[in-house]
């Protein structure tokens, strides 16, 4: 029977949630092969849509009959930027089952550090993790032509929505690690996150698909995000989009703290 350890003074969570994150980080370091996975994804998809895919599907949106030097990747990038986001997920959710599976975080509840701090280390290690891969894909996005409107307070703003969305996907794929039973099935449970840009407005307007579709892609709740952080970059108005997509973000991160902590606390 494992003993459980009185817990941490509330003074101490701080340097608990400090150490926490300075394993995950080293983690990252010393195994890069996730890392490495979560930021090739979207660039490939980046790359694939400009160079291979570019020149019919911006013909198709009106945006011209060329791929570098027409309005498609100024569409594609914000689109890319929330894939970017969603792939951290699949790396986050593995590490958080490997810590459970591999017995290191019973260890951890046998010591005198707060419980929390555990989760929170993840989510913090992750959460930098995915912004620099935000940064990385960004960069190579200007690099190919990508040229948005928008001056610094619109570049806050899309950033700062990117953090929330982060923040929030992040904390889901924390519970989802939590409740998968082996990485294996942690990396197959979040994948409906990687595939969600697919069905909105990421890469073609959702009025060009079939009704059913269309009416799935305008109401999940990742295409308002997308066309926020597009109106923003854009420098264009983001309407009703700017609204639902804090509240989608707010509402996610909410419920899958309470969610994954609850999982982690309930009885081994």
């Known amino acids: 029977m494992t003993t459980h350890a009185a817990p941490a003074p509330a003074k101490h969570l701080f340097r608990d949630c ?9 983690h990252a370091l010393r195994y890069p092969g996730l890392s490495i996975g979560t930021i090739a994804v979207p660039v490939v998809f980046l790359l694939l849509f ?3 895919l570019g ?41 958080v089952c490997t810590d459970l599976t591999e017995g290191i975080v019973a260890r951890f509840r046998t010591m005198a550090i707060s419980r929390s701090s555990i989760l929170v280390g993840h989510v913090v290690g ?24 928008a001056g610094l307070t619109g570049w806050l703003a899309a950033l700062g929505l990117i953090a929330l969305l982060t923040f929030a996907v ?47 892609a305008e109401y999940q709740p990742f295409t308002p995000v997308i066309e926020t952080i597009r109106a923003l970059l854009m420098d264009t108005p983001a309407g ?25 606390n309930r009885p081994a």
């Open 18 to 26: 400090t150490t926490m994150l300075r394993r995950q980080l080293k």
């Open 50 to 52: 400009v160079y291979v």
């Open 55 to 95: 020149r019919p599907l911006a013909a198709g949106i009106g945006t011209g009959t060329g791929y570098i030097n027409t309005g498609y990747i100024n569409y594609l990038a914000p689109g890319i930027l929330l894939m970017t986001v969603t792939a951290a997920s699949t790396s986050t959710a593995v590490s």
């Open 126 to 149: 992750s959460f930098i993790q995915t912004m620099v891969s935000v940064g990385i894909v960004i960069v190579l996005s200007l690099l190919m032509g990508f040229r948005p409107n």
């Open 170 to 216: 992040t904390w889901l794929a924390v519970a989802l690690g939590t409740l998968s039973k082996t990485p294996e099935g942690a990396s197959n449970i979040v994948m409906p996150l990687a595939l969600l840009p697919f069905i909105g407005s990421a890469f073609v307007p959702t009025d060009s698909m079939p009704t059913v579709v269309r009416v799935f």
């Open 240 to 264: 009703s989009d700017g609204i639902a997509a804090v509240a989608w973000c707010v509402g996610i991160a909410a419920a899958a703290c309470l969610w994954a902590n609850k999982l982690f």
